[in-house]
């Protein structure tokens, strides 16, 4: 997938970071960002039916409530963060307008939402080295029989934080990044991947 | 190298908590009615125990939740985690679960 | 007691060493001490020492649950220097510093007290302000101190890494050159048998495991040998204190964490001082064996297992490696942890209690060893006199009532 | 060279080329550095640690304590190879260590002839006077201590880390381990097995049983194999578990490379393996136990399953004739493998009374026996020339009769078998003392863990592989999987394992007269060191180990350490169960530093780097950078040739004077919603927050709950029920944590959310006089009146249609915008305003200047001006404190010492010469001439030469300070000097605050 970095007046976290130096076949490991992406940071209460109907009525689909898992609906991803917070990503153009949109049907719920777009980046990694790679920097299990696609979790790479999810079996993972941290896991993912480099 | 059950997210390791301390040290309903012995009491004060210690922990890279537990603070094991709010289990009971003498005693 | 010296050791060797006397004697406790310490540690021991030595208590013994020197003492990175921020704790240091300066002598053992130095690394301009705040309150309480700047630093430890390009480039540093490092073991052993010459009995594999109290006043101990009767407890039981403060209903303002610290294989010298560094935690020194001694930070949760975890020591590794990167082929051979007993403001407690004869020495957490001389000197006086020493007013209890604390955090983030 | 024909696992026509000493020699593939110089007779090898007496190869793995190499040269060398596993490789490059000039003439042994006045613990006796040489005499000492020499240069070398997850973790690939990973792999469980070794195999690689009728290298090859075919099943040859930690959590450091010719090494170097395991087997073996004796040190005598090994696996030809010596069977295979490489003469002294059936075998191949004696010394200095036997008592405590010389090359000796309990220990495992097998073994175990084989002191091949299978089918089925039973392969006759337990040849002189006799080699502790440790009153094992060294070597005792014990209680005249171990701790072998710390290190990884979204530009514009928590924050912009003065100079006066804009990206931020969030803040800060005004901003003070200064900053109300919270820099993430440990266990009843967005936006502040103009050219939708928009009010506008917040607040204490925008668009945003400013000569400010800026205003900065023992009134600030509410840390300012009137404060301090600017970090005083220990009224927390001000300018902490406006007092200066200055307030400029209200 090409990946951008630059548009117009906004650029990508990123953008320092040239993953096609990793000197290797896509089918071993390939790296891209997905930047300038909507992020929505959401918080409530499922026990709140209230707020559960107004997320579903706001979504499209129910919030996850099981732990570690991800709803895909309508090319919104929706990630459980916590027992009382999702976070939702999207295009970035609908970002907005689903905030309003969330807030209004919130309007009187114990709840939160707040765009945290330019504070994200998302990395998509795929290829037969992906676990490894992903491995060398997280204490998470990612055998299949016990992080598979559907599941998500919060935890760390290398030294930041990260929220992982499996999008298929292959495996193809993705993991946000804070922004001001998106530069060193660059750094350090093209240290990781040196030993992956066909000469 | 512990590894810690948050009751949100599942079995994780200790690099994604943060330790916080004691647990169940109640802040003063009424501080000024304190006097500066009792209010060093909370402020300072710890039951620091050799064995069964009921302690806070925060998941700091995960759901960042802040939960209770109980661990041997000899043997480094957890005998059980709960959340903030939930009853606070009987340690009495709990110790005398305890596996087997390495369990409550250090080498 | 045999008196240690070239000429006894060549005497002795002509006998096959068979006529060397007991270090200390192994003595049976006694039914009544006039003062039981409780903790066999540098600082228990010392404490016995001075209180036979300065205030002529001869009936008094120590008390070990395990082998004398096998708690923090024997497991500590010996890092020696009083360049303390605050005047209370500097004169205390400072106290400590100069009875280091005679103790081989004044014992007639050998501590291997070495003043080569330490050397306390900034790498931020924070920490630069911090250094030169640090080093002129110490000037001006009489503790030797000079702040060294990067180029100075490259040129006294040519293999430290001062490169401008590592992720937290050293700035400077203050140094103490009456610093240094001292024989952990040989400390307890001093001690152990200049008291023993003293008539101190020194009970070993004697667990206190209870107190026994009348009218709010101490009456003696329960041990693992027994009863034992006296009229003033001392206790010095470092990573423990929290437990014995509770066999006497006390608590204290501690917690007991895991601090570990771990040695190198040994090698030919390299390294002739001593390094800190507080911002990327980790602290160096070579033994004269050969092995780099290296010191963790502690580990974050309340431990009595004498172990840490795993990350704590790859974090220290990392530090090291900025520092260091010459030893990055050097091997580690063994790691281990001790006990420390933290306080909230990174200072010790000597002090009384409110049960009478019961004085607890206590929370000095990640960096007493270096105290070990000084704090039985006035801990010896507060027990010998019911009262403390003005070396150790200011470390009483009673700070943590009217929030006179020490705050030594900064000069003891890693504080060894 | 001295080989066997054929046979033994070397590959003979791979010829290595090496040196030692300088000196060329060829081994073959397969070799390892102990064994090539075994097979080129070279049998001195090194120099001990304290007498530097001449030394020789021991064991054959991790528990030699002699046989330690300095590998390579330059930045590549390693001190202390243990010869005994290092394979060798073309152009190898060998020294030893510890010798000087070289090991044949070594001028350290003189420390041989002066032995004697060395014994345990001689400088605590010593070198105490007089009291000043003791530095003079440590660097003596120093200089003739350590073994190997660091490399000093960096090095190049690179290492990998990596997560790993199993059902079961094997440690150790021996037949016990094999037959745990096959069992276990068959049934579908994750496995990982490791070994140390250049090849699994453990002591099938020296064995010369069958199992299944096949020779045992046939059965491990077939079994590789299948391994190898297993997808679950992860094999990690060179493999050290060299740690077991809490929870199941162990580290294996593989080495990947050093087995490899220089010229073909890439990649990494070595491995570590940090692996949580649902259930552990240590099939890690036993390390034979040699017995001590006279001389016992001498090269050449060696530990017979060594010399089995040398022999079976290496084709070495260890010499003409041999002397085996034992208390246990199984040394009777070590003659007869000796014997069939081809020795003239093999002799066997087993302690023991005679046993036909053991003897019968070595008859037949003309091995001589002699049964109840014991070599008793051994002559020769630099090689075994011959032993000395003697008869020995039936109760094994005392000899007898006359001396009988027997001339060999070398002397084998078995003593028994340690059980490899180092990780079980290190689990936490109290190891028990089995009288029976003489040896201490796995108690209890306390984590998911089984010892099986020779680890469990199991000690026959057909145990091994029994308890191997059976151990390797519970640990999966206990993780979940559903098996059968694994066959278990026949085998052909195990050796015997009968002992008589013998530590060490009696002498019929007290210990410490005779020959010396070594219990722990690397050290050079012998049995009169743990006779004078008793003698002297050390009798505690652990008392006993600091005191002699004992087990404190690169080896850690593998091969001493439970002799020493023994030994010990004897000379204590108690039971080695009473005397107990000492304790295993990691490492099992020592591990490099480079593989621990692993690849994380440098500049850009040893620490997150924070990077803003204005970075870039700030080095593409000359920014140097100050470390700022974890954030590289500007910290000046140069232009050519200026210096920092200049620069910061420049910098302040373009503020003051015209406009400047800073990045202030990296202030913590967090956003509080809810409608309890006015309470929550009232809670969280000292003043209170119900009343401001939506779209207002208001400062605020955090405190600890010990009423200490902890953090600081301006929120802002967004609307009724949300908030926008600054935080420091290096506080924001403290902040966060503190404030939802207050939320969610003290408060959980209060509806507010917190949510971090100090990455979603970026910020520039914009300063100066001409900053209105500057903002307002590029801002859409905001009406930037002065009185439409004043001090400490909020706005939202459009910059190139982008949405923005624009916050009038300062720091500065100029008229001030600081415009927040989404952070992809920092970059923009930041470009704009410059553009807009190009007429004004906007100039970008760094932290440098941003601290003289807030200082001429007398503004605080947490963490320079405070330092965790400042109060808000302490900082003259008591008008932020809150008389009605409760918040937390107020109780502790009403505590005694707190509430005190005379503490330290804050003030300003202007030097009576204006041109000098004080050191910060300086200390204050009343009177400099007063004698040193000297009364010190607090510190200089902050000081600049501010060129808006005309003069220096400093902050300070001093006692008494707000009720000591114009006194004087005198200030440290580098040069130990001091300078005189006067306590002044703290404002230094517009002390109306009429700049940032224009
Ligand atoms: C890894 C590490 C590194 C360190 N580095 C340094 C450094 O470089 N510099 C420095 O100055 N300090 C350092 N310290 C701190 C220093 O080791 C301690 O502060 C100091 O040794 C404490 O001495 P002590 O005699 O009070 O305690 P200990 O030596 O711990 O003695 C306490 C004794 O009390 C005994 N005891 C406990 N309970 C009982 C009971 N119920 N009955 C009888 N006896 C009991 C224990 O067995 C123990 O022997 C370090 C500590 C550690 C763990
Ligand atoms: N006759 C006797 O008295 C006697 C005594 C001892 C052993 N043996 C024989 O030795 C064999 C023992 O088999 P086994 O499988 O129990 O042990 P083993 O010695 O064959 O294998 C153990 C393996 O573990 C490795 N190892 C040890 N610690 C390790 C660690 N921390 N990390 C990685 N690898 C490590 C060793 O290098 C070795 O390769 C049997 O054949 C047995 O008959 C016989
Ligand atoms: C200053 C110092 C130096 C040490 N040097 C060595 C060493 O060279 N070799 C070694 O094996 N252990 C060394 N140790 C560690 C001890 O073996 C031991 O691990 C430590 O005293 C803690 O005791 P424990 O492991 O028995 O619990 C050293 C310890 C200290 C405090
Ligand atoms: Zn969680």
Redesign the interface.
């Known amino acids: 997938m090409p990946e951008t970095k630059i548009i117009s ?5 990123m ?2 970071i040239d993953f096609s130096s990793i000197k290797c076949p896509g089918s071993v490991l390939s790296i891209c960002e997905h ?2 992406l909507g992020h929505i ?1 959401i ?1 409530g209460s499922l026990d709140n039916s209230k707020f559960a109907a107004a997320a579903k009525k706001s979504l499209g689909i129910d919030l996850p409530r099981e ?2 898992t991800f709803v895909e609906h309508n090319a919104k991803t929706i990630l459980w ?5 999702w976070l939702l990503v999207c295009d970035a153009d609908g970002t907005a307008n689903l905030v309003e949109t969330l807030k209004s049907n919130f309007e009187d719920i ?3 939402v ?7 980046t998302i990395l998509e990694i795929s290829g037969d080295r992906a676990r ?1 790679l992903l ?7 990612l ?1 299949h029989s ?1 992080f598979s696609k559907g599941q998500c ?4 790479v ?4 990260m929220t992982l999810w499996q999008v298929s079996e292959d495996p193809v993972y993705k993991l946000i990044v ?4 998106s ?3 660059g ?2 993912i093209l ?2 991947a ?2 992956y480099h066909e000469e | 190298m512990l590894l810690i059950e948050c009751p949100y997210c599942g079995v994780r390791d200790e690099s994604e908590f943060t330790y916080s301390g004691e647990a169940h040290i109640v802040r003063p309903l009424e501080p000024s009615a304190l006097s500066d012995k009792e209010w060093a009491d909370y402020l300072f004060y710890r039951s620091n125990p050799k064995g069964l210690h009921r302690e806070m922990w925060y998941h700091s890279a995960g759901c960042r939740r802040y939960f209770n537990a109980v661990r041997d603070t000899v043997t480094y094991k957890f005998k059980c985690v709960y959340k903030i709010g939930d009853s606070q289990p009987n340690l009495d009971e709990l110790s005398s679960s305890a596996k087997h003498p390495a369990d409550v005693e250090a080498k | 007691m045999n008196k240690y010296s070239i000429f006894s050791l060549a005497r002795n060797a002509m006998s096959h060493h068979e006529k060397w006397q007991r270090a200390w004697r192994s003595p049976s406790p006694k039914k009544r001490y006039d003062a039981i310490i409780v903790g066999g540690g540098g600082h228990g021991l010392a404490t016995a020492y001075y209180m036979a030595k300065e205030h002529g208590m001869r009936n008094i013994a120590v008390l070990e649950k395990g082998w004398i020197g096998g708690g923090n003492t024997g497991r500590n990175t010996t890092i020696v220097r009083s360049n303390y921020l605050w005047d209370e704790a500097a004169q205390l240091y400072e106290k400590s510093m100069k009875l280091w300066e005679g103790l081989s002598q004044d014992l007639n053992y050998n501590v291997m007290f070495s003043q080569r130095g330490v050397y306390n690394l900034g790498h931020t301009l924070q920490d630069m302000r911090d250094i030169q705040r640090r080093v002129n309150a110490n000037r001006l309480n009489g503790v030797d101190g000079e702040v060294v700047d990067a180029a100075e630093l490259q040129k006294r430890i040519p293999h430290l890494n001062c490169s401008p390009d590592s992720r937290y480039p050293v700035l400077g540093a203050s140094f103490q050159a009456r610093g240094g490092t001292a024989r952990h073991d040989a400390v307890a052993w001093g001690f152990a048998r200049a008291a023993d010459n003293l008539g101190v009995d020194i009970i070993q594999n004697c667990e206190v495991i209870g107190f026994r109290r009348e009218n709010g006043e101490i009456q003696g101990v329960e041990t693992s040998q027994g009863y034992i009767e006296s009229p003033k407890v001392g206790v010095v039981t470092a990573g423990s204190s929290s437990v014995l403060a509770n066999m006497a209903g006390l608590r204290l303002p501690l917690e007991s964490h895991p601090l570990q610290a771990f040695v190198s294989e040994p090698i030919k010298p390299i390294l002739d001082t001593v390094v800190m560094s507080n911002a990327v935690h980790g602290y160096i020194s070579q033994s004269d064996k050969g092995d780099l001694v290296i010191g963790a930070g502690i580990d974050s949760y309340n431990g009595y297992g004498q172990r840490g975890s795993f990350t704590t020591i790859e974090h220290t590794m990392t530090a090291i490696m900025e520092l260091f990167p010459i030893f990055s082929r050097v091997r580690m051979n063994r790691q281990w942890g001790g006990i420390v007993d933290t306080c909230p403001d990174a200072c010790p407690i000597i002090s009384k209690t409110d049960i009478k004869g019961l004085y607890f020495n206590c929370g000095w957490g990640t960096g007493g060893f270096k105290a070990t001389p000084g704090s039985g000197w006035v801990f010896a006086h507060t027990v010998a006199n019911d009262n403390p020493h003005e070396l150790n007013a200011a470390f009483a209890l009673d700070r943590f009532i009217s929030g006179a604390l020490i705050d030594e955090h900064g000069a003891a983030g890693v504080a060894h | 060279m001295k080989r066997i024909p054929n046979g033994g696992r070397i590959d003979r026509s791979k010829p290595v080329n090496f040196s030692f000493e300088g000196k060329s020699y060829q081994g073959f593939q397969g070799d390892t550095i102990a064994s090539a110089l075994l097979a080129n007779d070279v049998k001195l090898i090194g120099r001990s640690w304290k007498y530097h007496r001449p030394r020789g190869v021991v064991g054959d793995g991790a528990e030699e304590p002699n046989a330690l190499f300095q590998v390579e040269q330059g930045a590549l060398t390693i001190p202390n190879v243990r010869g005994t596993q290092a394979p060798i490789y073309d152009a190898m490059v060998v020294n030893s260590t510890n010798a000087w000039p070289s090991v044949n003439f070594d001028v350290m042994s003189i420390f041989g002839a002066f032995s004697r006045f060395l014994p345990a613990g001689f400088y605590y006796k010593t070198f105490m006077w007089p009291a000043k040489f003791w530095m003079a005499y440590e660097h003596i000492i120093r200089q003739a201590s350590g073994l190997g020499e660091s490399p000093r240069e960096s090095d190049p070398d690179h290492y990998e880390k990596t997560n790993a997850h199993c059902d079961v973790l094997v440690a150790g690939a021996g037949p016990s381990g094999l037959m745990a990973a096959l069992s276990a792999g068959r049934a579908g469980a994750r496995v990982i097995i490791a070994d140390e070794q250049e090849e699994l195999g453990g002591r099938l690689l020296s064995s010369s049983e069958l199992i299944d009728s096949k020779p045992a290298t046939k059965w491990l090859e077939e079994t590789l194999e299948e391994l190898a075919s297993l997808k679950n099943v992860t094999l990690i040859p060179r493999g050290t578990v060299f740690g077991y930690h809490d929870a199941n959590f162990l580290t294996i450091a593989e080495r990947l490379t050093d087995h490899l010719a220089l010229a073909q090494r890439s990649g990494p170097r070595e491995r570590l393996w940090r692996v949580r395991a649902k259930q552990v087997v240590l099939a890690t073996g036993a390390h034979e136990r040699p017995i001590v004796f006279g001389n016992n040190d001498r090269p050449g005598v060696m530990l017979a399953s060594a010399a089995s090994t040398y022999t079976n696996r290496y084709g070495v030809l260890l010499g003409d004739s041999a002397v085996v010596f034992t208390n246990n069977d199984s040394a009777y295979q070590t003659a007869l493998d000796l014997k069939a490489s081809g020795m003239s003469a093999v002799t066997l002294v087993d302690a023991r009374a005679s046993n036909e059936n053991l003897i019968e075998p070595l008859k037949a191949v003309g091995v001589e026996v002699i049964n109840q004696c014991a070599v008793v010394n051994v002559i020769g200095k630099a090689r075994v020339i011959a032993a000395e036997i003697q008869n020995l008592s039936d109760d094994g405590k005392s000899i007898f009769g006359a001396k009988q010389r027997i001339d060999c090359d070398i002397v084998a000796t078995s003593g028994g078998w340690n059980p490899a309990i180092h990780l079980y220990s290190q689990s936490g495992g109290k190891a028990l003392w089995n009288d029976d097998k003489a040896c201490f073994e796995n108690g209890i175990s306390v984590q998911d863990q089984v010892s099986v084989g020779a680890a469990n002191a199991s000690f026959s091949l057909v145990d091994c592989l029994t308890e191997g299978a059976q151990a390797g089918r519970s640990a999966a089925i206990a993780a979940g999987f559903n098996t059968k039973n694994t066959r278990i392969p026949g085998v052909s006759c195990s050796a015997g394992t009968d002992l008589t337990p013998l530590w060490r040849t009696p002498t019929e002189d007290p210990p410490g007269r005779g020959a010396k006799a070594f219990v722990d080699q690397q050290n050079d502790v012998g049995v009169s060191d743990i006779y004078l440790a008793a003698r002297e009153g050390f009798e505690s094992i652990e008392h006993v180990k600091r005191y002699t060294a004992l087990g404190f070597g690169t080896d850690q005792g593998k091969m001493g350490n439970i002799s020493g014990m023994a030994i010990l209680s004897e000379a204590l005249g108690n039971s080695i169960s009473d005397t107990g171990t000492t304790t295993f701790r990691p490492n099992y072998t020592p591990v490099t530093f480079g593989a621990i710390a692993g690849p994380e290190i440098g500049e850009n990884l040893s620490d997150p780097v924070r990077k803003t979204a204005m970075h870039t530009w700030h080095q593409e514009n000359g920014a140097l950078f100050e470390d700022v928590g974890q954030w590289k924050r500007p910290w000046y912009f140069p232009k050519l040739n200026e210096d920092i003065h200049q620069a910061v100079d420049r910098e302040c006066l373009a503020v003051r004077n015209s406009v400047g804009i800073m990045d202030a990206s990296t202030l913590g931020k967090i956003e509080i919603t809810g409608k309890d969030s006015g309470d929550f803040l009232n809670m969280i800060y000292t003043n209170a927050w119900k009343k401001l005004g939506i779209n207002t901003a208001r400062y605020g003070f955090m405190l600890g709950e010990d009423g200490m200064v902890m953090d600081d900053g301006v929120t802002i109300r967004l609307d009724e029920n949300r908030y926008f919270m600054h935080t420091t820099t290096g506080g924001a993430a403290s902040v966060m944590s503190w404030m939802e440990l207050w939320l969610q266990t003290e408060w959980p009843e209060l509806e507010v959310y917190l949510t971090s967005v100090t990455d979603h936006w970026a910020t520039a502040a914009v300063a100066g006089p001409n900053s209105r103009k500057v903002v307002d050219s590029v801002i859409d939708g905001i009406d930037f009146d002065k009185d439409a928009f004043p001090f400490m009010a909020s706005r939202e506008g459009l910059l190139a249609g982008l949405p923005v917040r624009v916050n009038r607040i300062s720091f500065s204490g100029e008229l001030c915008y600081e415009v927040n925008i989404q952070a992809n668009h920092g970059c923009f945003m930041w470009e704009q305003l410059i553009a807009a400013g190009a007429k004004y000569d906007i100039t970008p400010y760094g932290t440098e200047a941003m601290h003289v800026l807030r200082a001429e205003k007398g503004y605080v900065i947490v963490g320079q001006d405070t330092d965790g023992s400042v109060t808000p009134i302490d900082l003259g600030m008591g008008w932020a404190i809150s008389k009605t509410k409760d918040f937390l840390g107020k109780r502790s300012l009403e505590r005694s010492d707190t509430a005190r009137k005379d503490r330290k404060q804050f003030v300003g301090l202007l030097t009576d010469d204006p041109k000098v600017v004080l050191q910060e970090g300086s200390q204050i005083v009343n009177n400099a001439s007063d004698q040193i220990p000297l009364p010190m009224l607090g510190h200089v927390t902050s000081s600049y030469y501010s060129a808006c001000v005309g003069r220096s300018i400093a902050l300070a902490l001093v006692k008494n300070g707000h009720q000591r406006m114009g006194d004087t007092v005198y200030v440290t200066t580098p040069d130990k000097g001091f300078v005189s200055a006067k306590i002044s307030t703290t404002v230094f400029l517009d002390p109306q605050g009429e700049k940032q209200n224009a």
């Open positions: 007046n906004a650029k990508s976290p953008v320092e930047a300038f940071n918080r732990a570690n963060l916590g027992p009382n917070e114990f709840s939160a707040t765009d945290v777009s330019g504070g994200n490894a491995l060398k920097g997280t204490p998470l299990d055998h016990v979790a919060q935890t760390m290398a030294k930041t934080g804070r922004r001001s941290f530069d060193y896991l750094h350090w240290d990781a040196r030993e």
